[in-house]
């Protein structure tokens, strides 16, 4: 299994700034992609955000330019930078990792995720 658990959500004035973590501990390693994704109230969850297996990451539109995510492969933390945050950037955020299967020696097709994080932007 995979644990996912974010943090570091919150309340911030439109311009500004946030960090989001995410740990995931369990059966996962950098050689699988891992993302960000968001739930903007009344809509379906969206991607932002990933990186793949050779550390490559690839942004939404409505993101690039604002946000960077990064990762720490020794113990595998993702993080998203979050700048210039807008009131359209409000949802709740959710970190996936995919998971390393041992008998198979390869990552997963399916995402485990977090609980996730809610950040408001307000005006």
């Known amino acids: 299994t995979v644990q996912v658990t974010e943090s570091g959500g919150g309340s911030v004035q439109a311009g500004g700034s946030l960090k989001l973590s995410c740990r995931a501990a369990g059966e996962t390693n950098s050689r699988c992609e891992m993302a960000w994704y968001r739930q903007r109230p009344g809509t379906e969850r969206e991607w932002i955000a990933s990186?793949?297996?050779?550390?490559?990451?690839t942004y939404a539109n409505s993101v690039t330019g604002r946000f960077t995510m990064s990762r720490n492969n020794v113990q595998i933390w993702l993080y998203l930078q979050m700048d210039n945050l807008q009131t359209d950037d409000t949802a709740v955020y959710y970190c996936?990792?995919?998971?390393?299967?041992?008998?198979?020696?390869?990552?997963?097709?399916?995402?485990?995720w977090g609980q996730g994080t809610q950040v408001t932007v307000f005006s």
């Open positions: 996936a990792v995919k998971k390393w299967s041992i008998p198979l020696y390869r990552c997963t097709a399916d995402y485990e």
């Open positions: 990186i793949d297996g050779n550390d490559r990451i």
